[in-house]
């Protein structure tokens, strides 16, 4: 379980985040909704170790993470995909899928890794040689999160995946994120500016405004609230 | 929902600060003023040695004003201001060695052409940043001073020396050539210094800084960015190559009073007097002064051996240079300012 | 003819020692964001180092060796000592944009005074290893010693072999994304801080290699190595500073162009040559030939 108790993070004299307590069971799906500037970002960037809490508390499985940084908290098992397609144009697919499994000290469980990914995303696999910057948008989201799973992580951060994407590859984005919390069990929690498209895969719900939750709780709850909708969901 | 933090609660105290940085122009002059009274009145007493010290004080600080109006406010780095001040003072050799005009014009010259090799330089270099333009500009204080060696008229390796006459008969025969010499750069410094505070203090200046901490932002606002950045470039460099002509007066003018090491010199009482502070800068003049002599004396102690003569000062400043940067970064002065600030802060927290 | 074939020759070969501290200011270049100025200085004390080994041992195998260990290790200490530090106390404000360059200045600076307070300023002679006569094909004589042909063949190895490392090795990878991007080599689980400090062992190992090659058969003193650091930079700017192919093409680039003038023209026109060729650079290609557009602001 994912457990955090009043954060608060500061952007010099803002409080980008200002107390914010919530959970996340294991094996399911949060989303994080909130308009630009809310927090989520930074929420997350928290979360990884990128950033670093003013006060509060991290919990994950039991064991607290508070401040911990980044490099160390891919060997627990949390793997953050930032957002913009957090890809290295540079280096080729192949080098890029395989950061997620320099860490280990096993070799031969990186070429597995790998490969499970390749199973999972097959466009990837037609492209391993090429370059990261000859990929469309929705393979290098594909690209990011395939790294992230090369980890092998039991919570996975995702920061707003179908951003700037075409409507059919965003149903498919989000299509494997269900996938990879249903079938795989890995505890997800997804950051999006698309709050239907995230609510609708999501268990949880957690609505974020200028720093604090302004709600949280069952997903599909949620959705149904007609006050929430119309702030939030536009209709 | 925002709250900020109460940090800049003491600002209010603070508004009264703009008053404050006219006194350190007035407290500078003062301290000239009584510092040549000082020396006229204690004559021949005085040790030749410190009045020509206290005229390399001047120029030094001259110097280093020049690179903070570039560094400190332009963000511009440079390893080369020794090359414009060669340049300067070549430009007053010629001048006085050929046409022997007033001396005045003489160093109206040196500002000139320093500054237009600046404005080329500038010019360039208004696209390059951080490493690239200390590369260029290091490449140009090893490479410029060589140049001396191709042309004849540039005297060679030996030099040039030019004279600026002996001071007038009416201060009296105490009154000695360094005296004059000391009189002549001072007056230079205090002018230039009180120039460069009012050009940071006007718009340009404020461009400058705006340029330098965010210049995607200061060229939305309509600042043009690269414009301004190669002006200051060129008022830097005119203000080097004064003191660089200064430097020639007292001194002589050939390639090896210009080596990489004044460059350096330069830049470590910059970040010594604070990249911003140019009241900085006497301090800054002095300590580069200073250290020479403190060498002098250790080596002397510890048996006057040939390799710690020629190597101490070089270590010295180096290591103050590293020393600055790491424990006082924004010069002496912030420093203490930030000291003063967090105390203030655990005071108010404890208040809580 | 046989002149225009001498001259490349020549220039081949003071090119690659070029190309290898190049390839030093490239590597910490692209691993932590910095030109270390002070690559000259800690290669200095790799070759005074190594002037030591080989007065005593006789063997010149084994003060390549020391060379090599101690410049690696000295840039190993300097970053995580010195750079790391720095960081840590002076990312903001004016500072932050020169403090780097001006802390590897600084350090030269005190490598240099220390470097002659030891061994004081007079040149010392550094023997060469290998025959310095030039080589004589049928009845001409080429310019072209073994030393030379040392020189030329120690720089291909130490290239080929870093290129292995970084394109074909996990640790090369590693290093390559932390220094395209740390954040996501962070997030990737890639200790970044480690690969920075591996970045400059390497770098500083180069440099300590460049070092005792170009002093071979040549007067050491604490400043000999400064025009090299000026020429290693020109050279990583004629090739890109992104890229470790462009360091070593600048470096013969500029070996050769270099040579022609020295031959043709005479020695006091090579420095201000070089200088003259770097503006240029800057100015018209600023990427460098093997650059990308736009890395051109730190």
């Given at each position: 379980m994912l457990k955090v108790e009043r954060l608060v993070v500061e952007h010099g004299a803002i409080r980008a985040i200002d107390g914010i307590s919530f959970e996340v069971a294991t094996g399911s799906l949060a989303a994080v909704i909130g308009s630009n500037g809310a927090g989520k970002t930074t929420l997350l960037r928290t979360l990884s170790g990128l950033k670093e809490s003013k006060l509060g508390k991290v919990w994950w499985n039991g064991r607290e993470i508070t401040g911990m940084k980044p490099e160390d908290l891919v060997r627990r098992g949390i793997s953050h995909v930032s957002?913009?397609?957090?890809?290295?144009?540079?280096?080729?697919v192949k080098e890029n899928l395989a950061l997620g499994g320099l860490w280990r000290a096993n070799k031969s469980e990186l070429a597995e890794s790998i490969e499970e990914v390749v199973t999972l995303f097959p466009r990837l696999g037609e492209r391993m040689s090429q370059r990261a910057d000859t990929l469309s948008g929705g393979e290098r989201q594909m690209l990011a999160i395939g790294r992230a799973l090369v980890s092998k992580p039991s919570l996975l951060l995702l920061d707003e995946p179908s951003l700037g994407l075409a409507p059919l590859v965003v149903e498919q984005i989000f299509a494997t994120v269900s996938m990879l919390c249903r079938e795989r069990g890995i505890t997800i929690v997804l950051v999006e500016q698309n709050a239907m498209g995230a609510l609708s895969i999501a268990d949880k719900g957690i609505i974020i405004n200028l720093g604090v939750i302004v709600a949280q709780g069952d997903a599909k709850e949620l959705i149904d609230d007609p006050a929430l909708r119309s702030a939030y969901l536009g209709y | 929902m925002l709250k900020r933090k109460s940090k800049h609660g003491g600002e209010h105290a603070k508004a009264t600060k703009p008053a404050n940085h006219r006194n350190p122009i007035r407290r500078r002059i003062f301290f000239f003023i009584a510092l040549g009274w000082f020396l006229l009145l204690l004559g021949d007493r005085v040790d030749e040695l410190r009045v020509y010290q206290g005229a390399l004080i001047a120029i030094y600080a001259l110097a280093i004003g020049s690179l903070i109006l570039l560094t400190g406010y332009s963000g511009q780095i440079s390893l080369g201001h020794g090359a414009f001040m060669a340049i300067g003072a070549y430009a007053a050799a010629l001048t006085q060695i050929n046409f022997a005009p007033p001396l005045i014009v003489t160093f109206i010259v040196a500002v000139l052409v320093a500054a237009l090799s600046g404005a080329l330089l500038g010019g360039g270099a208004s696209r390059l940043s951080g490493p690239y333009l200390a590369g260029t500009t290091l490449a140009l204080a090893l490479g410029l001073p060589t140049l001396a060696n191709q042309f004849a008229f540039l005297g060679g390796e030996t030099g040039l020396s030019f004279d600026v006459g002996f001071?007038?008969?009416?201060?009296?025969?105490?009154?000695t050539l360094y005296k004059w010499f000391f009189w002549i750069a001072g007056l230079a410094t205090l002018i230039m210094l009180w120039v460069i505070q009012n050009i940071l203090k006007s718009r340009y200046g404020r461009a400058w800084k705006a340029g330098r901490s965010n210049p995607a932002a200061a060229s939305l606002v309509g600042l043009n960015v690269g414009r301004r950045k190669v002006l200051a470039f060129t008022v830097s460099a005119g203000v080097a190559g004064l003191a660089g002509a200064l430097l020639g007066m007292i001194a002589i003018v050939s390639p090896?009073?210009?080596?990489l090491s004044l460059s350096f010199a330069i830049l470590t009482g910059a970040v010594l007097a604070g990249l911003t502070s140019l009241a900085g800068t006497i301090i800054g003049g002095l300590v580069l002064v200073i250290i020479p002599d403190i060498a002098e004396t250790i080596s002397y102690n510890l048996g006057d051996s040939e390799a710690v003569v020629a190597n101490l000062p070089g270590l010295i400043t180096s290591v103050l240079l590293i020393l600055a940067v790491i424990l006082t970064p924004n010069g002496p002065a912030e420093q203490w300012h930030h000291h003063k600030e967090a105390k203030k802060k655990k005071e108010l927290a404890k208040g809580h | 003819m046989q002149q225009i074939i001498n001259t490349i020759l020549i220039g081949i070969s003071i090119g690659s020692i070029y190309s290898l501290m190049a390839l030093a200011l490239v590597l910490v270049w692209r691993s932590t964001?910095?030109?270390?100025?002070?690559q000259a200085g800690q290669a200095i004390v790799s070759t005074y180092i190594a002037w030591e080994v080989l007065n005593r041992s006789g063997s010149y195998f084994l003060a390549f060796v020391f060379a090599v260990a101690i410049g690696g290790v000295l840039g190993g200490l300097i970053e995580s000592g010195l750079m790391r530090t720095l960081f840590k106390h002076a990312s903001e404000g004016p500072i932050a944009a020169v403090a780097p360059v001006i802390v590897t200045l600084g350090l030269l600076g005190v490598i240099r005074a220390v470097v002659g307070l030891i061994w004081t300023n007079e040149g010392k002679s550094f023997a060469s290893p290998v025959e310095t006569s030039s080589f004589v094909i049928g009845d001409t004589a080429i310019p072209f010693s073994r030393l030379n042909l040392l020189i030329v063949v120690t720089a291909a190895i130490v290239m080929i072999i870093f290129s292995i490392v970084f394109q074909k090795t996990n640790l090369g990878l590693a290093l390559r994304a932390a220094a395209y991007n740390p954040e996501i080599a962070r997030l990737s689980g890639i200790r970044v801080s480690q690969t920075r400090t591996i970045g400059w062992v390497f770098a500083g190992a180069a440099g300590g290699v460049a070092g005792i090659l170009v002093t071979s058969n040549d007067t050491l003193t604490p400043n000999s190595l400064d025009t090299l650091l000026v020429f290693a930079f020109t050279a990583a700017v004629i090739g890109g500073l992104e890229s470790l192919v462009g360091a070593v093409v600048g470096g013969l680039v500029l070996g050769i162009g270099l040579s022609f003038i020295l031959i043709?023209?005479?020695?006091?026109?090579v420095f201000p040559t070089a200088f003259i060729v770097l503006v240029l650079v800057l100015l018209i290609r600023p990427a460098g030939i093997f650059g990308v557009k736009g890395a051109r602001s730190a």
């Open positions: 957002e913009g397609k957090s890809v290295i144009p540079e280096l080729t | 001071p007038p008969e009416r201060f009296g025969l105490d009154f090896s009073a210009f080596p | 964001r910095v030109v270390n100025f002070g043709y023209l005479g020695t006091s026109l």
